[in-house]
């Protein structure tokens, strides 16, 4: 099946390299698209140095939801049956990659999440504060669409033809992965989640730095609640 690999880059310079050469190497079968979301680094000119990937430079920092979006759109107008999302930052390892587009693959789902914490790990180890915004988090996914999601915030996802699609228009701007989850069980798509290893940032910042825990919360808790009610929008059109 015709597979994009996305990858959202945002001032990944120590790391993009590595993270397209391998996957490259790993994955010759499949193609690459950097998403560059106007870094202030060489993010773009050092994805563009390795003729391994296709890559977009933004004009300027969009954000993760604009950026991602791009490469869904990409891949619809490519006519990609899969789209698998790995970040720019190193975390995410690559021999997991088969794991997770295997049940998209085999149409036992739509989207598969690939999760950090459906068991213990020795690679990733979030500190307790960060524990607490996941439980809350994995609380609102089972009150808004009865499942229970461990890892919202997962950037390691695969999708199918029928998520690109709807995705490539309906992919939320700003707290995009916990959103995600929420308007594609409403709107009746099948999700799984899966185990699967990853490690610390390779380099680079967090967009997500610890002081700003609670006040994340409360605004992926607001947008995850308008998600709910988009999806109602988004069900009513297509009835």
Not at 143 to 161: C, E, P, V, W
Request: glycine share 8%; charged share 20%.
């Amino acid at each position: 099946m015709k597979t994009l690999i996305i990858i959202p880059a945002y001032n990944e310079a120590e790391n993009i390299i590595n993270v397209i050469s391998n996957l490259h190497d790993a994955y010759p079968q499949y193609d690459l698209l950097v998403i560059n979301d106007g870094s202030s680094d060489n993010t773009g000119e050092l994805a563009h140095s390795t003729h391994k990937a296709s890559v977009i430079d933004l004009p300027f920092n969009i954000g993760i939801g604009g950026c991602v979006q791009t490469g869904f759109k990409y891949a619809e107008q490519n006519a990609y049956d899969i789209a698998l999302q790995f970040d720019g930052d190193g975390q995410h390892m690559i021999h997991e990659i088969e794991k997770i587009i295997d049940p998209i693959i085999k149409e036992e789902a739509d989207c598969v999440i690939g999760s950090r914490f459906i068991q213990n790990t020795e690679t990733y180890k979030p500190n307790n504060y960060r524990m607490l915004g996941i439980y809350i988090l994995r609380f609102f996914s089972f009150l808004y669409i009865g499942q229970k999601i461990a890892d919202q915030t997962s950037g390691f996802r695969a999708y199918n033809k029928k998520c690109i699609n709807f995705l490539s228009e309906h992919y939320p701007g700003e707290y995009p992965e916990p959103e995600v989850i929420v308007l594609l069980g409403k709107n009746n798509f099948r999700i799984k989640e899966l185990f699967t290893q990853m490690r610390e940032r390779q380099g680079g910042i967090s967009s997500i730095p610890l002081w700003k825990g609670p006040y994340y919360i409360i605004r992926v808790l607001l947008s995850m609640s308008m998600a709910a009610i988009r999806s109602k929008s988004i069900l009513n059109k297509k009835s």
